[in-house]
Nanobody, 123 residues
């Protein structure tokens, strides 16, 4: 079992920056990738950014050029630097850990989710 725990959420003004951190406790044979998803009120959960254990990254279209993901799969930690924040970025941000990736499906087969941290962008 792996338990991701997020930290770093809060209130920030539009145009500001915020950093999120996630540390995953527990044991795992290996980690395929870690990342961040978010869910705004009344909307579906969406991809923010993910990073694989070999350093490949993928970003959601709405955050490209503004957010930067980094991480250390050996330490089971992942970070998200968010710049140029706008009210549309307001959401609960969830840390995601994928330990088994099913290539045939192009999806994570064994995954774990944190409980989320709230990011509010407002004056």
């Amino acid at each position: 079992q792996v338990q991701p725990v997020e930290s770093g959420g809060g209130l920030v003004q539009p145009g500001g920056s915020l950093s999120l951190s996630c540390a995953a406790s527990g044991s795992a044979f290996g980690i395929y990738g870690m990342g961040w998803y978010r869910q705004a009120p009344g909307k579906q959960r969406e991809l923010v950014a993910v990073i694989t254990s070999d350093g490949r990254t993928n970003y959601g279209n709405s955050v490209k050029g503004r957010f930067t993901i980094s991480g250390d799969s050996a330490e089971k930690r992942v970070y998200l630097q968010m710049d140029s924040l706008s009210p549309e970025d307001t959401a609960v941000y969830y840390c995601h850990v994928c330990t088994v990736f099913i290539a045939a499906k192009g999806a994570c087969g064994v995954e774990y989710w944190g409980k989320g941290t709230l990011v509010t962008v407002a004056l």
